[in-house]
């Protein structure tokens, strides 16, 4: 029974790894190998030079810069916002408490289409269009999931470490910085992970707010690069996979981190 259960598992994700195989053998061929009859998934003789091409086509690293910059802010500022709230939400009490953390979770159902023209709007109003701007200054605000993911996680923590520091001359926030986030660390992991995948393949945000081409991120930079050579797919495929490697990456070396913080933040409600 347990090897069936793997076979399917390995079968599932033989499944989600096939276009990402076809991505990666699509750029190590040739133009002229790439329409052909049969599938060739190891390409003979492999195109690597696909790749220093495709680079060479684009302001790739300027664009690389770009994006790095804005993901460090989102995370930076995704983490100590809505830290900072979900720790008001889950150790402080005040009026209104109970409702207002049902609001904001009702945020969450809000679609992105029913808030894109007012948030355009004031954008515009305030002179930040054609900047990274509002790309980075909502982050410093707060995200209503991860706020939710945060705040379940605080609560697993004992109140007696708190009760304690506080004894020990504590103040609300030294509480917080001292004995809650350092042992947040899984669940601050997972919503850094969650922002910087975000901000990393963001293209509404960018197509919407960026006109200089010197601002661009890489989403918006593989789809001016797609405008510029639609025909020549392997070296669409290689900027893609390019890409995508570095969210892989990421992915592969805080995994057991993300994993942990998932699963502690749903053991209290």
């Known amino acids: 029974m347990r090897g ?4 399917i598992l390995i079968a599932l994700g033989l499944l989600f790894l096939a276009p ?17 009859a049969t599938m060739e ?5 492999v195109a690597g030079k696909n790749y220093p091409d495709a680079l060479s086509r684009f302001p790739f690293w300027r664009y ?8 460090a802010l989102t995370v930076l500022g995704t983490c100590l916002a809505s830290s900072l709230a979900a720790y008001a939400f889950a150790r402080l009490k ?13 945020t969450i159902m809000l679609p992105a289409q029913v808030t894109l023209l007012p948030t355009f709007l004031l954008f515009r109003t305030l002179g930040w269009s054609g900047s990274w701007l509002p790309l980075i200054i909502p982050t410093f605000c707060g995200n209503p999931f991860s706020i939710f993911l945060l705040r379940q996680f605080f609560l697993t923590i004992p109140q007696e470490l708190s009760d304690a520091a506080r004894l020990d001359g504590c103040s609300d926030f030294g509480i917080f910085w001292r004995v809650i986030l350092p042992l947040a660390r899984p669940a601050l992991a997972t919503v850094g992970l969650f922002a910087f995948l975000g901000a990393w393949t963001d293209f509404q945000g960018p197509l ?25 797919w392997n070296l669409l495929m290689a900027t893609s996979t390019v890409i ?4 892989i990456l990421v992915f592969l070396l805080v995994q057991k981190t993300f994993v942990k913080g998932i699963v502690l933040s749903g053991l209290k409600g």
């Open 64 to 71: 690389v810069g770009n994006t790095l910059f804005i993901c």
């Open 41 to 45: 998934w190891l390409p003979s003789p």
């Open 244 to 247: 995508t490697l570095p969210m």
């Open 20 to 36: 990402f195989a076809f991505m990666v053998s699509t750029s190590l061929k040739s133009p002229e190998k790439i329409f052909t």
């Open 4 to 7: 069936l259960r793997y076979g």
């Open 208 to 232: 919407i707010y960026l006109h200089d081409e010197n601002q661009y991120t890489l989403a918006l930079g593989l789809q001016s690069f797609l405008g510029r050579h639609e025909s020549q």
């Open 94 to 106: 005040f009026k209104a408490r109970e409702p207002l953390f049902f609001i904001m979770l009702a």
